[in-house]
């Protein structure tokens, strides 16, 4: 079966630099969920989208931003990194009208140095 | 105090051992519930929903108990595959999942 899939597996970047991850949910899921996973900590919720609009946000900072598009591939955009925001940067779809259920991609790894 | 809460362990066992693990939450508004099983850098994976009436998968079952706000994995027969850390997980006001810092669990031969 399909699974969530989310490029680029693996990006370094400088500090004050800007970086741009992607996802493409599970197909005929309609809803997109970002979280952060720092080393040793728990997954932290992000930002999430329903039929390409925002839905709701959780500790997401200010210097992030991120979109639905019409194919439902979403994208967080990332500016003015701090050497804070390395981590795991996970994508889960669901389907909302499910059981809430939330399959996650295979996650983007961000280093900044 | 954390939203969900378990104990980190690590649980060493033989393989063949029942192992359990333990979850609390405090949002009693809380509508759903789910184990997650992770392995080291990789993407959690769902394990099971958890329900009221309590449910079982193979060789795993989980309760959950709302009076309590307390949720249960119990695994039989361990496999040398179930070691990961075992993240307890409830659905947050947004729809998000709200986690606990998970238990690690290591199966030796």
């Known amino acids: 079966a399909a699974g969530v899939i989310q490029s680029p597996r693996h990006l370094i970047k400088e500090k004050r630099e800007t970086a741009t991850l992607k996802c493409y949910p599970i197909?005929?899921?309609?809803?997109v969920y970002w979280y952060q996973q720092g080393p040793g900590q728990d997954p932290q919720f992000l930002i999430s989208f329903y039929e390409k609009m925002q839905s709701d946000k959780g500790s997401i900072p200010d210097r992030f931003s991120a979109q639905q598009f019409s194919d439902y591939h979403s994208e967080l955009n990332m500016s003015s990194l701090e050497l804070g925001d390395s981590a795991l940067y996970f994508c889960?779809?669901?389907?909302?009208?499910?059981?809430?259920?939330?399959?996650f991609g295979p996650g983007t790894r961000l280093t900044v140095t | 105090r954390k939203e969900v809460e378990q104990d980190p362990g690590p649980f060493n066992v033989p393989e063949g051992a029942t192992v359990a693990f333990n979850c609390t939450y405090s949002?009693?508004?809380?509508?759903?519930f789910f184990w997650y099983r992770q392995d080291c850098r990789k993407e959690p994976k769902l394990l099971m929903s958890v329900y009221s009436s309590g449910n079982e998968d193979g060789r795993f079952t989980a309760q959950l108990n709302r009076a309590s706000q307390y949720i249960s994995l119990l695994i039989r027969d361990s496999k040398l595959s179930d070691s990961a850390t075992y993240l307890c997980v409830v659905s947050g006001s947004q729809g998000n999942l709200i986690f606990g810092k998970g238990t690690k669990l290591s199966v030796k031969p």
């Open positions: 949002n009693s508004a809380s509508q759903s």
């Open positions: 197909p005929r899921h309609d809803t």
């Open positions: 889960a779809s669901s389907l909302v009208q499910g059981s809430y259920e939330q399959y």
